[in-house]
């Protein structure tokens, strides 16, 4: 097995994993927390599961004028997705290879749900003394490990790991 088919079959399973891990919460969340903003469980004092749609992008931003652009959104992270894959296919580190699937598999959860449902189901509302997180769900928690791995990886240098 090559170094590039290793690097890819890692990101190929960071990516499914992140992926299933995604939807599987999500299509959890929307049986157990229904109907949305009104079923709260608090799981810890700081944590709670709580159903809701996002129609913006990051952390509901734009909300009321990304709502009728799913499309554009759904296009503009396939655009994202087709950047990741090329970095991917040049990159020379099996870490970077992990972080890079995490991130597209968050990425591609994300856009399964704009284009079933036309808003991203999100349900993690960490909270502390009446502040809330924006709520989210496993595919951004996919997507920020990634981008911290990267991060992490491009501190360690550029210089490929001898085997």
């Not at 690097?7 to 992140?18: H, M, P, S, T, V």
């Not at 959890?28 to 608090?42: D, I, M, R, S």
């Not at 759904?74 to 870490?95: N, Y």
Request: net charge positive; charged share 15%.
């Amino acid at each position: 097995m090559t170094r590039r088919s290793t690097r890819l079959l890692i990101a190929g399973a960071a990516a499914l994993l992140a992926f299933l891990v995604d939807q599987a919460t999500k299509l959890w969340a929307l049986e157990a927390l229904w109907p949305p903003y009104q079923v709260v469980v608090e799981v810890l004092p700081v944590w709670n599961l709580r159903l809701g749609f996002n129609t913006g992008v990051t952390f509901g931003m734009f909300r009321d004028s990304a709502a009728g652009a799913v499309w554009a959104l759904v296009l503009v992270k396939l655009g994202v997705v087709a950047v990741l894959l090329r970095w991917l296919w040049r990159g020379e580190r099996r870490l970077e290879a992990f972080a890079l699937g995490l991130v597209i598999g968050g990425a591609l959860g994300n856009v399964l749900d704009r284009v079933r449902i036309g808003a991203v189901v999100d349900f993690l509302d960490w909270h502390y003394r009446g502040w809330h997180w924006p709520t989210f769900n496993m595919a951004d928690v996919a997507i920020v490990c990634g981008v911290a791995l990267l991060l992490f990886a491009s501190l360690r240098g550029t210089t490929p790991r001898t085997p």
